[in-house]
Protein backbone atom coordinates (compact mmCIF):
# COMPACT_ATOMS: atom_id res chain seq x y z
CA UNK A 1 0.00 0.00 0.00
CA UNK A 2 1.53 3.57 -1.15
CA UNK A 3 2.20 6.03 0.82
CA UNK A 4 1.62 8.91 -1.14
CA UNK A 5 -2.67 8.93 -2.27
CA UNK A 6 -3.33 10.36 -5.82
CA UNK A 7 -7.20 10.30 -7.23
CA UNK A 8 -8.08 6.84 -9.00
CA UNK A 9 -9.18 8.89 -11.88
CA UNK A 10 -10.13 12.65 -13.24
CA UNK A 11 -11.28 13.86 -16.91
CA UNK A 12 -12.24 16.60 -18.74
CA UNK A 13 -13.20 18.27 -21.92
CA UNK A 14 -10.06 18.60 -24.74
CA UNK A 15 -8.78 22.20 -24.34
CA UNK A 16 -9.62 21.87 -20.22
CA UNK A 17 -7.40 21.75 -17.27
CA UNK A 18 -6.91 18.83 -14.86
CA UNK A 19 -5.34 18.74 -11.51
CA UNK A 20 -3.80 15.57 -10.16
CA UNK A 21 -3.17 15.56 -6.51
CA UNK A 22 -0.58 13.87 -4.13
CA UNK A 23 -0.61 13.77 -0.47
CA UNK A 24 1.54 12.59 1.54
CA UNK A 25 3.46 13.39 4.85
CA UNK A 26 6.71 15.33 6.36
CA UNK A 27 9.03 12.07 5.49
CA UNK A 28 8.20 12.13 1.93
CA UNK A 29 6.86 14.80 0.32
CA UNK A 30 7.08 17.37 2.88
CA UNK A 31 10.73 17.16 3.14
CA UNK A 32 12.24 15.98 -0.56
CA UNK A 33 11.85 17.26 -4.09
CA UNK A 34 8.39 15.35 -5.88
CA UNK A 35 8.84 13.76 -9.17
CA UNK A 36 5.74 13.64 -11.85
CA UNK A 37 5.86 10.40 -14.47
CA UNK A 38 3.44 10.02 -17.48
CA UNK A 39 2.82 6.59 -18.64
CA UNK A 40 0.76 6.23 -22.09
CA UNK A 41 -1.29 3.04 -22.26
CA UNK A 42 1.33 -0.03 -22.93
CA UNK A 43 4.39 1.85 -22.51
CA UNK A 44 7.59 2.94 -19.86
CA UNK A 45 6.94 5.91 -17.83
CA UNK A 46 8.05 9.12 -18.56
CA UNK A 47 9.05 11.72 -16.61
CA UNK A 48 7.30 14.85 -16.92
CA UNK A 49 7.97 17.22 -13.51
CA UNK A 50 11.11 16.87 -11.53
CA UNK A 51 12.31 18.76 -8.14
CA UNK A 52 8.39 20.02 -7.27
CA UNK A 53 7.98 21.82 -10.19
CA UNK A 54 11.07 21.49 -13.39
CA UNK A 55 10.35 20.39 -16.68
CA UNK A 56 12.53 18.40 -18.38
CA UNK A 57 13.61 19.56 -22.05
CA UNK A 58 10.97 18.64 -24.38
CA UNK A 59 8.33 18.68 -22.17
CA UNK A 60 5.57 21.77 -22.99
CA UNK A 61 4.38 24.18 -20.32
CA UNK A 62 1.11 22.52 -20.69
CA UNK A 63 2.55 20.52 -17.82
CA UNK A 64 3.12 22.11 -14.33
CA UNK A 65 4.08 21.02 -10.86
CA UNK A 66 3.70 22.66 -7.49
CA UNK A 67 4.20 21.31 -3.98
CA UNK A 68 2.94 22.88 -0.81
CA UNK A 69 3.53 21.51 2.70
CA UNK A 70 2.82 17.59 2.86
CA UNK A 71 1.17 17.89 -1.03
CA UNK A 72 1.94 17.81 -4.51
CA UNK A 73 -0.08 18.69 -7.44
CA UNK A 74 -0.03 18.51 -11.47
CA UNK A 75 -1.69 20.31 -13.09
CA UNK A 76 -2.63 19.95 -17.08
CA UNK A 77 -3.98 22.72 -19.52
CA UNK A 78 -4.97 22.76 -22.76
CA UNK A 79 -5.96 19.12 -22.60
CA UNK A 80 -5.42 16.94 -25.85
CA UNK A 81 -6.77 13.39 -26.41
CA UNK A 82 -2.51 12.31 -26.41
CA UNK A 83 -2.42 13.41 -22.74
CA UNK A 84 -4.70 9.98 -21.45
CA UNK A 85 -2.60 8.30 -19.65
CA UNK A 86 -1.76 7.46 -16.06
CA UNK A 87 0.42 9.78 -14.05
CA UNK A 88 2.15 8.73 -10.92
CA UNK A 89 4.09 11.36 -8.26
CA UNK A 90 7.23 10.26 -6.73
CA UNK A 91 9.24 11.20 -3.90
CA UNK A 92 12.09 9.51 -1.69
CA UNK A 93 10.79 9.01 1.72
CA UNK A 94 13.62 9.67 4.43
CA UNK A 95 11.24 6.86 6.99
CA UNK A 96 11.46 4.21 4.82
CA UNK A 97 14.97 4.63 3.26
CA UNK A 98 12.77 4.15 0.23
CA UNK A 99 11.29 5.40 -3.12
CA UNK A 100 7.84 5.77 -3.37
CA UNK A 101 5.81 6.45 -5.82
CA UNK A 102 1.76 7.44 -5.56
CA UNK A 103 -1.05 5.37 -6.37
CA UNK A 104 -1.47 6.89 -9.71
CA UNK A 105 -4.32 8.34 -11.69
CA UNK A 106 -5.63 8.10 -15.17
CA UNK A 107 -7.09 10.90 -16.93
CA UNK A 108 -9.63 10.44 -19.20
CA UNK A 109 -9.94 13.28 -22.25
CA UNK A 110 -14.25 12.91 -22.70
CA UNK B 1 19.70 11.40 -23.36
CA UNK B 2 21.16 7.86 -22.09
CA UNK B 3 19.44 4.45 -23.23
CA UNK B 4 18.82 1.36 -21.55
CA UNK B 5 17.48 -1.92 -22.31
CA UNK B 6 16.40 -3.99 -20.04
CA UNK B 7 16.94 -8.36 -21.16
CA UNK B 8 16.48 -11.98 -19.28
CA UNK B 9 14.31 -14.79 -19.22
CA UNK B 10 10.44 -13.96 -19.55
CA UNK B 11 9.34 -16.80 -17.34
CA UNK B 12 10.51 -18.11 -14.47
CA UNK B 13 9.95 -20.81 -12.22
CA UNK B 14 8.38 -20.44 -8.29
CA UNK B 15 11.03 -20.53 -6.13
CA UNK B 16 13.68 -19.74 -8.61
CA UNK B 17 15.99 -17.00 -9.00
CA UNK B 18 14.79 -14.26 -11.25
CA UNK B 19 17.76 -12.24 -12.95
CA UNK B 20 17.85 -9.45 -15.48
CA UNK B 21 20.42 -7.01 -17.56
CA UNK B 22 20.11 -3.41 -17.71
CA UNK B 23 22.65 -2.24 -20.43
CA UNK B 24 23.02 1.18 -21.07
CA UNK B 25 24.34 3.45 -23.54
CA UNK B 26 24.93 7.28 -24.21
CA UNK B 27 26.98 7.53 -21.56
CA UNK B 28 29.08 5.59 -18.92
CA UNK B 29 27.79 3.63 -15.77
CA UNK B 30 31.11 4.13 -14.65
CA UNK B 31 29.72 7.97 -14.18
CA UNK B 32 29.70 9.93 -10.81
CA UNK B 33 27.06 11.43 -11.78
CA UNK B 34 24.05 8.68 -12.05
CA UNK B 35 22.66 6.05 -9.96
CA UNK B 36 21.08 3.42 -11.51
CA UNK B 37 17.52 1.54 -10.44
CA UNK B 38 15.41 -0.66 -10.85
CA UNK B 39 10.92 -0.45 -10.59
CA UNK B 40 8.69 -2.89 -11.15
CA UNK B 41 5.28 -3.04 -12.40
CA UNK B 42 2.63 -5.92 -11.79
CA UNK B 43 0.35 -6.41 -14.28
CA UNK B 44 -2.94 -3.70 -14.35
CA UNK B 45 -1.43 -2.45 -10.69
CA UNK B 46 0.98 0.34 -10.12
CA UNK B 47 4.89 1.67 -9.78
CA UNK B 48 7.20 -0.09 -6.98
CA UNK B 49 10.61 0.97 -6.56
CA UNK B 50 13.04 -2.13 -5.82
CA UNK B 51 16.53 -0.41 -5.40
CA UNK B 52 19.27 1.93 -6.39
CA UNK B 53 23.09 1.34 -6.73
CA UNK B 54 25.56 3.79 -7.68
CA UNK B 55 28.51 3.06 -9.44
CA UNK B 56 31.15 2.26 -6.64
CA UNK B 57 28.69 -0.73 -5.49
CA UNK B 58 26.98 1.66 -2.72
CA UNK B 59 23.65 0.31 -2.90
CA UNK B 60 19.99 1.08 -1.55
CA UNK B 61 17.08 -1.64 -1.83
CA UNK B 62 13.31 -1.71 -0.87
CA UNK B 63 12.96 -2.52 2.87
CA UNK B 64 10.04 -5.08 1.68
CA UNK B 65 12.47 -6.65 -0.76
CA UNK B 66 16.01 -6.09 0.36
CA UNK B 67 16.06 -9.74 1.91
CA UNK B 68 15.68 -10.68 -1.98
CA UNK B 69 17.55 -8.37 -4.01
CA UNK B 70 20.62 -8.07 -5.15
CA UNK B 71 21.70 -4.75 -8.19
CA UNK B 72 25.18 -5.02 -9.11
CA UNK B 73 27.49 -3.09 -11.76
CA UNK B 74 29.18 -4.55 -14.42
CA UNK B 75 31.35 -1.40 -15.60
CA UNK B 76 33.26 -3.57 -17.89
CA UNK B 77 30.16 -4.31 -20.03
CA UNK B 78 28.03 -0.93 -18.99
CA UNK B 79 25.59 -3.46 -17.58
CA UNK B 80 23.77 -2.97 -14.56
CA UNK B 81 22.15 -6.14 -12.94
CA UNK B 82 18.72 -7.42 -10.91
CA UNK B 83 18.78 -11.04 -8.50
CA UNK B 84 15.22 -10.98 -7.35
CA UNK B 85 15.18 -14.56 -4.96
CA UNK B 86 12.87 -17.09 -3.94
CA UNK B 87 10.34 -15.47 -6.81
CA UNK B 88 6.27 -16.71 -6.13
CA UNK B 89 3.73 -14.88 -8.27
CA UNK B 90 3.18 -12.22 -6.84
CA UNK B 91 6.79 -11.46 -8.50
CA UNK B 92 4.93 -11.22 -11.75
CA UNK B 93 5.37 -7.38 -13.30
CA UNK B 94 7.36 -5.39 -15.52
CA UNK B 95 10.27 -4.56 -14.88
CA UNK B 96 11.91 -1.41 -16.19
CA UNK B 97 15.97 0.11 -15.25
CA UNK B 98 16.12 3.54 -15.17
CA UNK B 99 18.41 6.34 -14.36
CA UNK B 100 18.97 8.76 -11.64
CA UNK B 101 20.49 11.63 -13.15
CA UNK B 102 19.55 14.62 -10.88
CA UNK B 103 18.49 14.43 -7.24
CA UNK B 104 16.19 11.56 -7.10
CA UNK B 105 13.89 11.31 -10.35
CA UNK B 106 14.31 8.78 -12.41
CA UNK B 107 15.30 10.57 -15.85
CA UNK B 108 15.16 7.77 -18.46
CA UNK B 109 14.19 4.65 -18.11
CA UNK B 110 14.13 1.71 -20.47
CA UNK B 111 11.29 -0.09 -22.58
CA UNK B 112 10.69 -3.15 -19.86
CA UNK B 113 10.50 -5.96 -19.70
CA UNK B 114 7.42 -8.72 -18.71
CA UNK B 115 8.78 -11.55 -16.24
CA UNK B 116 6.12 -14.02 -15.38
CA UNK B 117 6.61 -16.82 -12.57
CA UNK B 118 5.04 -20.06 -13.51
CA UNK B 119 5.74 -23.47 -13.48
Known amino acids: QSVLTQPPSVSAAPGQKVTISCSGSSSNIGNNYVSWYQQLPGTAPKLLIY???KRPSGIPDRFSGSKSGTSATLGITGLQTGDEADYYCGTWDGSLSAYVFGTGTKVTVL | QLQLQESGPGLVKPSETLSLTCTVSGGSISSTSYYWGWIRQPPGKGLEWIGHIYYSGNTYYNPSLKSRVTISVDTSKNQFSLKLSSVTAADTAVYYCAVVAGTTEFDDWGQGTLVTVSS
Open chain 1, 51 to 53: ENN
